[in-house]
């Protein structure tokens, strides 16, 4: 049961990274940007590359997130240079990838345990090789959840994270300061796909494999994290927990911006929410069908303010 409930944690922490991502298009950019469901695999299949051709395992996924970027910045390109709507601008970078995967790494790719990955790397093996795989995964998945989280936090509170801000909010405000508009667009585009594309190196090293089809439903489930943890979020602040724990500097640290805090708590709930129903008899090739089934009913509970939370 504490493997199950570790390893639970540890994809939860992973997959906050591509909660990141979509939280920057969906909610702060108001961009539905479908090029995640390809700059997944895309980070996933040039990690596996890399690795069996021994790289190291860090400078991997600094590779897969560029990589993401690159997908991202072809994205933002066709919607702000050529005028392509943003949703069609996205289906037509997201096309294109699917071949570019194919290229990059075929259909599948395992990696051999043999090939050393970031969990087994020098650095994590001479702070944490005291504890077992499983642990070392947890916690190294952990510390980079947190470490882009804070590194969000911080960019957010820039100029140029805040013109990225109002962007999605009043692109007119952005004009009249003589900023460029489309350019913060493409940044945040950029920004997201970079991060989605580092979620799928990291979750390739954790399982040792990639696979072509591993981006398939990956918007919903990201859309799914923010509109769960910014629900969570908003009640946790009315509550009179929210007041006492308000006051531990390091919990308050942490907890804002909400935006970024909510999608990790978002993501580690929906991942205990899938868990559990594989637990209870689901079969697990039916994931996809329970991240469809678990994100209806979320949207269902969240009503008519469902589209409102995600470009909240």
Not at 256 to 274: D, E
Request: aromatic fraction near 6%; include cysteine.
């Amino acid at each position: 049961m504490t493997d199950l409930i570790a390893s639970t944690l540890t994809q939860g922490f992973i997959y906050a990274l591509l909660s990141y991502g979509v939280y920057i298009t969906y909610s702060v950019l108001d961009f539905p940007d479908l090029t995640v469901d390809s700059s997944f695999p895309l980070g996933a299949a040039v990690t596996a590359v890399l690795l069996l051709r021994g790289v190291d395992p860090w400078l991997t996924l600094v590779c897969a997130a560029a990589a993401g970027a690159l997908a991202g910045l072809c994205t933002g390109l066709i919607h702000v240079k050529l005028g392509v709507r943003d949703l069609l601008a996205g289906i037509i970078t997201m096309t294109a990838l699917s071949s570019i995967n194919l290229l990059i790494a075929g259909s599948n790719l395992t990696i051999e345990r043999a090939v050393d990955t970031i969990f087994v790397s020098a650095p994590v093996m001479a702070v944490l090789g005291g504890l077992t795989l499983t642990g070392r995964k947890l916690v190294v998945a952990l510390v980079l959840a947190l470490v882009v989280k804070l590194v969000l936090d911080l960019y957010f509170r820039t100029k140029s994270g805040l013109l990225l801000r109002a962007v999605g909010d009043n692109a007119t405000l952005v004009t009249t300061l003589a900023k460029n508009k489309g350019n913060m667009k493409i940044l945040g585009v950029v920004i997201s796909n970079a991060l989605v594309a580092l979620c799928g190196g990291v979750l390739c090293q954790e399982q040792r494999s990639y696979s072509a089809v591993m981006g398939i439903g990956q918007v919903v489930f990201g859309l799914a994290t923010v509109i769960i943890g910014v629900s969570l979020i908003r009640f946790f602040a009315g509550s009179r927990v929210s007041c006492r724990m308000g006051k531990i500097p390091v919990l308050r640290f942490l907890a804002s911006p909400k935006g970024t805090t909510a999608v990790l708590l978002g993501s580690i709930l929906y991942k205990f929410c899938i868990q559990i129903a594989i637990s209870v008899g689901l079969p697990a090739n039916m994931l996809k069908f329970i991240t469809a089934v678990l994100f209806l009913l979320v949207l269902v509970a969240a009503g008519r303010k469902g589209e409102e939370i995600i470009h909240a």
